[in-house]
């Protein structure tokens, strides 16, 4: 059964076609998270890249940041800062002021860095990275504690009687998540310190059914370090278009999801492992890639559900550029209008109360249908023709 209050975003890498403005991409990417925003969706996660010409947000903080002045309640993470990028105790100070300035809707994703590329021109081995966000989240950590001062050694940072200037906003700190694929190490990381979880793996060939295990090494993890894992704090990461009907969504993505499978998961990532050949027609049929109906994707979500065994707290959009923007848009209200409500139990009370009104309408009718009539009597008139051809009597109602 799904979990009453799901939260719904949108993972926002972005993914951004080379030849179209940088610019006004940048601004777009701003005002979706205010379409979001207006649309009731819970969180934005926004991502740090530096090379391959698609990815083109380098710094997630101003984004948020700039979001923040324009919304009013959504959520708003990095998606994810790749931590061995920086000196943690930087990440801890910039997301504590972040913290402050969204009055506690800042949120930190963690990674270790998605694109070969990056690390190549930082000069990090990529056989470093994932001990290296690990090294980074316990400084972090630690910090974010607030109860003494942090001195670390590792062989590419170090810290020295190090404490926070600002103690967080949130108590007792913003929300924290690990982004996990399909490897053990960042369930691990996560289970360590008890974080969230955002599962981009539900999203890749048999994400759906290796997520379970995910999580499952996570919660083995937590409980060998005296922590506990919160399925209100797992994300699910689709890419997902929602339209009318699902050949209209089809045909909505079906040349944009081609040009970025080929000119960017192709000729610049080399087709990463676990990406299909065809990844819009596999995905919709294995259920990875959700585009169709409101009805289509709601039964994928449900399915996604039942895998997890136990439910999750949310499920993000991987936003991209499949679609044009019009279709984009209309795809993000239709999923607010007609697919969330279903997983966040806000019309369970509407259908409860529509159906008591539908069965108990002889019971309620008559008495009201009497005392119309009545007052047409009591008054020595004789009751419409009109009357009674538009009111009838409860008993011939039942009869229709």
């Known amino acids: 059964m799904a979990r009453r209050g799901m939260k719904f975003g949108i993972f926002l890498a972005p993914f951004h076609r080379l030849g179209d403005n940088p610019t006004l991409s940048l601004a777009r990417d701003v005002a979706l998270i205010e379409h979001l925003d207006q649309l009731g969706y819970d969180e934005a996660w926004i991502g740090e890249h530096h090379s391959g010409g698609w990815e083109i947000i380098a710094s997630p903080e101003l984004i948020i940041a700039a979001a923040a002045e324009r919304t009013k309640h959504i959520h708003l993470g990095s998606g994810v800062t790749s931590l061995p990028y920086h000196h943690p105790f930087l990440v801890a100070q910039r997301w504590v002021q972040l913290d402050h300035m969204t009055r506690g809707r800042a949120m930190l994703g963690c990674g270790p860095g ?22 980074s989240l316990d400084a972090i950590m630690a910090l974010l504690a607030c109860d003494k001062p942090v001195t670390m050694k590792t062989d590419w940072f170090e810290m020295r009687d190090a404490r926070l200037h600002l103690a967080p906003y949130s108590d007792p700190h913003f929300p924290i998540s690990v982004a996990s694929t399909f490897t053990p190490a960042a369930p691990t990381i996560a289970g360590k310190h008890g974080l969230g979880m955002l599962s981009l793996g539900a999203g890749l060939a048999g994400g759906p059914q290796g997520v379970l295990g995910q999580w499952r090494i996570a919660e083995e993890t937590a409980a060998k370090h005296g922590k506990t894992m919160d399925r209100g704090k797992w994300r699910m990461v689709m890419n997902v278009h929602v339209a009318e009907d699902d050949e209209t969504a089809m045909r909505d993505v079906k040349i944009g999801e081609r040009l970025e499978t080929v000119t960017y998961f192709e000729d610049v990532l080399g087709r990463p492992p676990g990406r299909s050949q065809d990844p819009l027609t ?35 959009f991987r936003a991209n550029d499949w679609a044009t923007r019009e279709q984009t848009w209309r795809s993000y209200e239709l999923f607010a209008r007609y697919v969330a409500p279903r997983f966040q139990g806000s019309l369970d009370t509407l259908a409860t109360s529509y159906d008591w009104a539908k069965t108990s309408r002889q019971t309620i009718l008559r008495p009201n249908v009497d005392a119309l009539r009545k007052a047409f009597t009591d008054a020595g008139q004789d009751v419409p023709a009109e009357f009674i051809t538009r009111v009838p009597l409860a008993k011939d109602a039942a009869a229709e």
């Open 114 to 135: 998605a694109l070969v590329s990056d690390a190549w021109m930082l000069g990090i081995d990529p056989a470093t990275q994932r001990r290296r966000m690990d090294e």
């Open 282 to 316: 596999d995905g919709v049929k294995a259920g990875t890639t959700l585009v169709g109906s409101p009805d289509t994707v709601a039964r994928g979500i449900q399915r996604l559900v039942e895998l997890s065994e136990g439910g999750f707290g949310g499920f993000l």
